[in-house]
């Protein structure tokens, strides 16, 4: 089996500049896909995450978290996955439901303690490294920090 290699032209969405992509798949589909897709040149595609991320980083730094340290690759990305990370972290928060008002203020230091220990970590790569954290493991670890808050009274 032979992977072709097709060059075809298209224009940005943006800014209506013609560019050359290549593309691997049937000369058929590739068409299908230079007509239907919506194309970005680099500039373009570069402003677009550009403007995504500061739009996420100021919303970060509203809830206190830091600016990220990293390549602006690297740091565009970190964004969107603490962004995600954050909504995980969210959601278990607020689906949680208690027996008694003991339980919840101690969950809610919990929570405080594991988002402070968030608001540590500035290192765009420290997020990429974990991007795969589940909703369990952030559970997890806020049930350790909840039993070691639980000791110390």
């Given at each position: 089996?032979?992977?072709?290699?097709?060059?075809y032209?298209?224009?940005c969405?943006?800014?209506h500049t013609?560019?050359k992509?290549q593309?691997?798949e049937?000369?058929?589909?590739?068409?299908?896909?230079?007509d239907k897709?919506?194309?970005?040149?680099?500039k373009?595609?570069?402003?677009?995450f550009?403007k995504?991320t500061?739009?996420?980083?100021?919303?970060?730094?509203?809830i206190?978290?830091p600016?990220?340290?990293?390549?602006?690759?690297?740091v565009?990305?970190?964004?969107?996955?603490?962004?995600?990370?954050i909504?995980?972290a969210?959601?278990?928060?607020?689906?949680?439901?208690?027996?008694?008002?003991?339980?919840?203020?101690?969950?809610?230091?919990a929570?405080?303690m594991?988002f402070?220990?968030?608001?540590?970590?500035?290192?765009?790569k420290?997020?990429?490294?974990?991007?795969?954290?589940?909703?369990?493991?952030?559970?997890?670890?806020?049930?350790?920090?909840?039993?070691?808050?639980?000791g110390?009274?």
């Amino acid at each position: 089996m032979k992977n072709d290699e097709f060059t075809y032209e298209v224009r940005c969405r943006t800014c209506h500049t013609k560019f050359k992509v290549q593309l691997f798949e049937s000369h058929a589909k590739n068409l299908f896909l230079v007509d239907k897709r919506d194309w970005y040149c680099e500039k373009c595609k570069k402003e677009y995450f550009s403007k995504q991320t500061e739009t996420l980083a100021r919303a970060h730094q509203e809830i206190g978290f830091p600016p990220l340290t990293g390549t602006d690759k690297m740091v565009s990305w970190a964004e969107k996955i603490r962004s995600e990370l954050i909504n995980k972290a969210d959601y278990l928060q607020k689906s949680l439901t208690f027996d008694s008002d003991e339980e919840k203020e101690r969950s809610q230091k919990a929570f405080a303690m594991f988002f402070s220990e968030w608001h540590e970590k500035v290192a765009a790569k420290w997020w990429i490294d974990n991007r795969r954290m589940t909703v369990m493991d952030i559970s997890k670890r806020v049930n350790l920090l909840s039993d070691a808050n639980e000791g110390d009274n």
